[in-house]
């Protein structure tokens, strides 16, 4: 037999229509969801017995109208609850929590964030925001109704600025365990909603601010503590290791703070951190884990990140190359998840690196059981082809591992068109808008340079342009970037065709992407290793060109002012003295080598854009 609906409740409870465990003066349910408990109604007198024409008369009176009290009653339901934050809170625990983070931590931020923000408003709007900032990204990226994403931009933007406000009352003050995880876990939220807004600033602050959090109670907690914030330190590695790739000449900012994240070398065979919570391993993730460390701790000693762009005094030595190289080989031997043999595999394992003259454009698709499993082996290929790249500056013959390097960029177009072929299929596709992290754009970019021919240049940039945004890394803005870097070579050393030999790495220009800041315009220059009759220290790395440029809505290039500084690339244009690279970027790099944070001083990037352009800018090609 069901239970009646009783009206003994407190007048919070019954307008939420929950139930209400009444008790006095206040109710637990209330304090517990942080509501303002408005207590009890009084008792009402029984009225006298009517005679049964009254009765009768009340009775269709019921039937006509409800009481007052049923409409007061009703009053909870607003409809804007109902019609916009409902959505965004099912869109977060079905599908943003899926798309963002592991398998094996889905039930940490869908369950437990979500138990959260019940009680805690900040968890409850950092949620809404992300979830509503994720379904725009959607909408945009499948180029669906502009209004409906325009529209949940709108209600992401609300919650996004309802959490900002209340966030200096929860950094105040001495604060429990628990509710430092649910700052941290806002923290992160906040550090993916600037990620779809492509705002690395905001991005990178609120994670700086993640990390500081981290650090300042990392020694106060307990095993079963640190085994619960498990899932923010594995977001916490990835988005600092975007971080990493993103500002140039950085260092982990991370790692540096966090003792638990560092692992001391061998890095290949450490297992990483567990999570209580979790009921499955999800070993690919496990695997990309473990990765980040290898390649993070290893900037930290020889900076392997950023070590083509470092002159050749600051450059990994061979034998810290040699050791890297044979850490990624020993990390892939170990990763058997990631390397399960499959169609895409099989596909990229069968490319030849004696015979890259006769490889095809455009690549064959390499498809794989799970993205995540493909782009984990572009990142490896990426890495172990920079440093294949540098290994072979310091040999006489650098032939046959130029060809290794080869191989692995176009293994990495391949796997490129395999997800761009399920950027267009409609179950289940590769969403560049939701790789936020670390996507298949930035290993693209990463790889130009080192491309065979001017026809695997020309695909690169097609397939970025495909991809369009992917969080922090802009399809667009790399494709701009490398198709200047490819005008310029072309001034100096035009490809006989578009599938033969473009030369040795070393001598092709190196692009430099800044990161953006509160300018409209974009930053890169182009770098070159001189030649050994030049003096001093420009011998090792000089400065070609400096771009600028503002980009269309759908990512064109307008807008475009550069200065060059080399005369036979300026051609009948007056070059500019050049400025030396080590003193045009001292002040850069002071600032990031002790970690990514620095380069949220405004003034350190803002020198940079702000810079005249000089009498002889070129205002386009």
């Known amino acids: 037999m069901s239970d009646k609906r009783v009206r003994t409740g407190c007048a919070t409870c019954r307008r939420r229509r929950v139930k209400c465990d009444e008790n006095r003066p206040i109710c637990h349910r209330c304090k517990a969801a942080n509501f303002l408990c408005e207590g009890y109604q009084p008792l009402q007198r029984a009225p006298s017995s009517p005679s049964k024409s009254t009765s009768r008369a009340n009775s269709r009176a019921n039937t006509q109208s409800p009481p ?23 869109h977060f625990v079905t599908t943003t929590v899926v798309r963002l983070f592991r398998n094996d931590h889905i039930t940490f931020w869908r369950d ?22 994720h379904r725009s990204s959607l909408l945009a990226c499948k180029q ?35 509710q430092k995880l649910a700052v941290l876990v806002v923290l992160m939220l906040l550090t993916y909603f600037e990620c779809f807004m ?37 977001a916490m590695l990835r988005l600092d290791f975007l971080a990493q790739k993103l500002v140039p000449y950085s260092c982990s900012s991370f790692l540096r703070c ?9 890095f290949w065979n450490r297992p990483s951190l567990k999570f209580s919570g979790a009921s499955q391993s999800d070993s690919v993730a496990a695997e990309r884990y473990r990765l980040i460390q290898l390649i993070c701790s290893h900037n930290k000693l020889s900076r392997v990140v950023w070590g083509s762009w470092c002159p050749t005094s600051e450059r990994p030595t061979r034998d810290e190359l040699m050791g890297f190289h044979s850490e990624m080989v020993l990390w892939r031997a170990n990763s058997p998840a990631t390397f399960t043999p499959c169609q895409g595999l099989d596909a990229i394992e069968a490319v030849n690196a004696m015979d890259v003259e006769s490889l095809t454009m455009p690549p064959p698709a390499a498809h794989f059981g799970c993205s995540d499993t493909a782009l984990n082996i572009a990142m490896y290929n990426a890495y172990l082809g ?9 040999d006489d013959d650098t032939a046959a591992i ?43 970019h990463h790889g130009l340079r080192r ?6 240049q020309d695909w690169t940039i097609q397939a970025l342009r495909a991809i369009g945004r992917e969080g922090l890394v802009n399809g667009f803005t790399s494709a701009n970037t490398l198709e200047i870097m490819c005008q310029l070579e072309d001034r100096v050393n035009p490809p006989l065709s578009l599938n033969s030999y473009l030369g040795p790495i070393r001598e092709r220009l190196i692009p430099l992407l800044m990161p953006r800041g509160d300018s409209d315009r974009f930053l890169s220059f182009y770098l070159r290793y001189g030649s050994a009759t030049d003096a001093g220290d420009e011998r090792v790395i000089q400065v070609i060109a400096r771009a600028t440029w503002r980009q269309e809505t759908h990512g064109g290039l307008e807008d475009l002012h550069m200065d060059i500084y080399d005369q036979e690339i300026a051609g009948d244009y007056f070059a500019p003295d050049r400025p030396q690279a080590l003193l045009l970027f001292s002040s850069w790099r002071e600032e990031v080598e002790k970690g990514w944070h620095g380069y949220l001083a405004s003034e350190i990037q803002e020198g940079f854009l702000h810079k005249q352009y000089s009498d002889s800018s070129i205002q386009a090609f």
């Not at 966090?258 to 061998?266: H, I, T, V």
């Not at 289940?428 to 693209?444: E, F």
């Not at 491309?451 to 695997?456: F, G, L, N, P, V």
């Open 68 to 90: 007052r009290e049923d409409i007061a009653d009703l009053s909870w339901r607003h409809t804007n609850w109902r019609h916009d934050e409902l959505p965004l809170y099912h």
């Open 112 to 133: 437990q964030v979500a138990q959260m923000s019940y009680g805690v408003d900040i968890v409850y709007e950092a949620l809404l925001a992300i979830g509503a900032m």
């Open 144 to 178: 669906e109704s502009a209004q409906e994403a325009a529209r949940f931009r709108v209600l992401g933007l609300r919650s996004y600025g309802k959490t900002l406000h209340l966030l200096p009352s929860h950094l105040a003050g001495d604060l429990l365990a628990d």
């Open 198 to 234: 492509e705002n690395p600033k905001g991005a990178f602050r609120h994670l700086w601010a993640g990390v500081q959090l981290l650090r300042n109670m990392e020694n106060k907690l307990s095993e079963t503590e640190v085994n619960n914030m498990v899932p923010v330190y594995d």
């Open 451 to 456: 491309c065979y021919s001017r026809a695997w």
């Open 258 to 266: 966090s003792d638990l994240a560092m692992m001391e070398s061998p």
């Open 386 to 394: 920079c440093a294949l790249a540098m290994i072979a500056t310091t």
């Open 402 to 444: 130029e060809m290794d390097a080869f191989k692995l960029v176009y293994q990495n177009l391949c796997i490129g068109a395999g997800l761009l072929e399920e950027h267009k299929r409609f179950e289940d596709p590769y969403k560049p808008c939701d790789a936020v992290d670390t996507g298949i754009t930035i290993w693209l």
